[in-house]
């Protein structure tokens, strides 16, 4: 079966990018990273994916004032013209219009640092500390209008701990990131995600019982 064309859009350093990029190396991998777009032309993440041989593109959001309309069509050209299957949404801080959501529905991923649906939008390891909750993690889901809403595909959860920081938190949450979008992405790219009515179901075990209990008593 031939690996799915997959293409990342990023506004910053790309650190879930680099995960995807590393898990894409190995040839067994049911999804090729062909493409990294940014909004931002000196964004961090570009470099990594000259470094690793893949391609690159950038549309200035600034370019098209407010006509996010346009902006979209123009990433969308772009996709289109790299024969793009999937899109997976790395840090790119640009909210999309629901025409663009709807070309790639069922083919656009975005990772969110909580555990949804708590949690929706910024700021969301100094919410978690803030109202004290005991565990906290991260969501891989596909991209619908409303934001941080979509059918989940996968999650990942730690602990919280008493003294934790936003930062402190931020540093392991980030490492579930990196864990799993690249397993979401696999399962996706390998069509074992299916969205019935409006929630994903996914062909794969599943983990026992195991239960994640915090504080341990």
Same mark, same amino acid.
């Given at each position: 079966?031939?690996?799915?064309r997959v293409a990342i859009l990023i506004s910053g350093r790309?650190?879930?990018? %680099?995960?995807?990029? @590393?898990?894409?190396?190995?040839? #067994?991998y049911p999804a090729e990273i062909v493409l990294v777009v #940014?909004?931002?032309?000196? %964004? ?6 000259? @470094? *690793?041989?893949? %391609?690159?593109?950038? &549309? ?12 979209? !069509? ?7 013209? *790299? *024969?793009?299957?999937?899109v997976c949404l790395a840090g790119f801080m640009r909210l999309?219009? =629901?025409?663009? /959501?709807?070309?790639?529905?069922? !083919?656009?991923? *975005?990772?969110? =640092?909580?555990?949804?649906? #708590? ?31 979509? =059918?989940? &595909?996968?999650?990942? %959860? ?9 930062? #402190? ?9 990196? !864990?799993?979008? =690249? ?10 995600? !299916? ?18 209990? /915090?504080?341990?008593?």
């Open positions: 079966m031939a690996r799915k790309g650190s879930n990018m %680099a995960a995807l990029i @590393a898990a894409a190396k190995d040839k #067994s #940014s909004n931002i032309a000196d %964004a961090g993440g570009l470099e990594i994916a000259r @470094a *690793n041989g893949i %391609a690159t593109e950038t &549309v200035e959001h600034k370019r098209f004032g407010k006509d996010r309309d346009a902006f979209d !069509r123009a990433i969308h050209a772009i996709l289109e013209k *790299n *024969n793009i299957e999937i999309l219009t =629901p025409l663009f /959501v709807a070309q790639w529905q069922g !083919r656009l991923l *975005n990772i969110h =640092p909580a555990l949804l649906p #708590s949690f929706k939008g910024l700021d969301t390891h100094a919410r978690a500390v803030e109202t004290g909750v005991k565990i906290h993690g991260a969501t891989v889901h596909f991209v619908v209008p409303e934001v941080d809403s979509g =059918p989940i &595909v996968a999650q990942a %959860a730690l602990a919280v701990r008493d003294d934790d920081t936003p930062d #402190s938190l931020a540093a392991r949450v980030i490492k579930l990131e990196h !864990r799993i979008y =690249p397993l979401a992405l696999k399962l996706v790219a390998e069509g074992r995600v !299916r969205i019935v009515g409006g929630r994903c179901v996914v062909d794969t075990p599943f983990g026992g019982d195991t239960p994640l209990i /915090v504080p341990q008593g």
